[in-house]
C-alpha cells in the first residue's frame, strides 16, 4: 500500500524537514499549476518519469519552464539509448502515484529503489522547491537542500546535472 499525503508529510516532520502544503482543485499539467502563480511562492517544477532501452527507470525533476531534449536526456543522466515515458500502471506500481501526481516524494513508496531521481541543476539554485505531495489537490513546499535530504533518507541518492536545452552551450 503506497504512502498517504499524511504519512509523506509525517516522514518529513520526522526527518526535521520544514513544509507549507496549499490545498487546492486538482491540477494535471504545469500550465494548470500556474493559476496558483503569486499564492505558492518558490521554484515550481515539472517532473517526468521515464525509462530507458534497458527498462532503467528516473524521474528526471526540472523546473516548470526548463526545456529538455528528451532525444538526447539520456546522455545527461546516465541512461543506456533514448528514454521513453513510463507507463501509468508502472508509475503506479513503482512510485505509488498517478499520473499528475508525479512527483520526487514518490520515493516514500520505491523501497526497492529502482528509480534513479535526477535534479536539474539550475531548479536546485532556488531556495524552496514545491512538488504534489502524493496527490495533485495539494502542493508542498520544502527547502532544496532537505529536498535532497528526503531522497538520501530514502535511499535514493539524487543526480543533479544540467538538463535544459541550453545546458550545452553553457557548459
Do not use: C
Not at 527498462?55 to 528528451?70: A, C, N
Not at 535544459?164 to 552551450?169: L, M, N, P, Q, V
Amino acid at each position: 500500500m503506497p504512502a498517504s499525503p499524511e504519512d509523506l508529510l509525517a516522514y518529513l516532520a520526522d526527518l526535521g524537514i520544514s513544509t507549507a502544503t496549499v490545498e487546492h482543485p486538482p491540477l494535471f499539467t504545469v500550465e494548470e499549476s500556474q493559476t496558483l502563480r503569486g499564492e505558492i511562492p518558490g521554484g515550481h517544477t515539472k517532473n517526468l518519469f521515464v525509462k530507458d532501452k534497458k527498462s532503467r527507470l528516473f524521474l528526471v525533476v526540472l523546473g516548470e519552464e526548463t526545456e529538455v531534449d528528451l532525444k538526447r536526456v539520456h546522455e545527461r543522466i546516465g541512461g543506456q539509448g533514448r528514454v521513453s515515458f513510463g507507463s501509468a500502471e508502472l508509475l503506479e506500481e513503482v512510485w505509488g502515484v498517478r499520473p499528475g501526481a508525479v512527483t520526487p516524494f514518490g520515493a516514500i513508496n520505491d523501497a526497492d529503489g529502482r528509480v534513479s531521481v535526477v535534479l536539474d541543476e539550475a531548479m536546485m539554485a532556488h531556495e524552496r522547491l514545491n512538488f504534489h505531495p502524493l496527490v495533485n489537490t495539494r502542493t508542498t513546499g520544502l527547502a532544496s537542500g532537505d529536498l535532497v535530504r528526503f531522497l538520501r533518507a530514502t535511499r535514493h541518492e539524487p543526480v543533479i546535472v544540467a538538463l535544459g536545452r541550453d545546458a550545452e552551450t553553457v557548459e
